[in-house]
């Protein structure tokens, strides 16, 4: 991956997120909150711009995009207090995974909300509630992995993560990890030029493919 210029950290510059996160870190470490907390603020967070989408207006979803940040930002956070407190537990991962599901999912609907209202044309929230079901199906297909299939059990390091070592590896990799760590930026980007609209078409698509992929790579433990 791409080294930040004139890092001597070694830190990836990829995905972008990591560096928000990494300094909200060093803060949050110095207060009482728990990962589970923090999990929780990003939920209220992601509900939050959830709402905003789903009014359609253009300031509203400004908000939104800045609240659906603050949880992505957070969403890193938890997990790194997490390692650094030693606080890590199976209830914090799988809560982490649901909160993930609810506010891609809500955003997704909220979003299909918004602009059927705005253009009185039904079909955005069709695509909407499509894109949400994209998300339920990779949300439900995930826990069925960890729980179910198991991938990696007789393996004397399931832990160890996998490196892409060919062209449709790095393309599972970076649809599927590096796009989604950075997605925020995405739904920002777009909000202040006004264009979220684009994303419904996009994710009622790519939602699916989303979870395709991560039946395609189900054998592989790929993480950003």
């Not at 967070?45 to 940040?69: N, V």
């Not at 606080?87 to 999912?105: I, L, N, R």
Request: net charge negative; with cysteine; hydrophobic share 50%.
């Amino acid at each position: 991956m791409t080294e930040l210029p004139g890092s001597d950290t070694g830190q990836p510059l990829f995905p972008l997120v990591r560096h928000l996160s990494g300094w909200l870190t060093h803060l949050l470490l110095r207060t009482f909150l728990t990962p589970n907390m923090i999990t929780s603020l990003s939920l209220v967070l992601g509900l939050s711009a959830a709402a905003m989408f789903a009014t359609g207006r253009y300031a509203e979803g400004i908000w939104g995009a800045i609240f659906f940040a603050g949880n992505y930002i957070l969403d890193n956070c938890d997990g790194e207090i997490a390692r650094h407190k030693d606080m890590q537990s199976t209830f914090g991962h799988y809560f982490d995974s649901f909160v993930d599901w609810v506010v891609h999912a809500t955003l997704f609907a909220g979003l299909g909300y918004g602009y059927a209202e705005k253009t009185a044309t039904e079909v955005w929230l069709w695509l909407g509630l499509i894109s949400a079901l994209g998300t339920t199906i990779n949300y439900c297909f995930g826990v069925w992995q960890e729980t179910v299939y198991k991938p990696g059990k007789d393996n004397d390091q399931p832990d160890e993560l996998d490196i892409p070592n060919n062209i449709k590896d790095w393309i599972l990799f970076i649809f599927r990890e590096l796009f989604r760590a950075d997605f925020f930026i995405i739904v920002l980007v777009l909000a202040l030029i006004d264009q979220t609209w684009l994303l419904l078409p996009t994710a009622a698509v790519g939602a699916h493919a989303y979870w395709i992929m991560a039946i395609a790579a189900r054998d592989k433990n790929y993480r950003v």
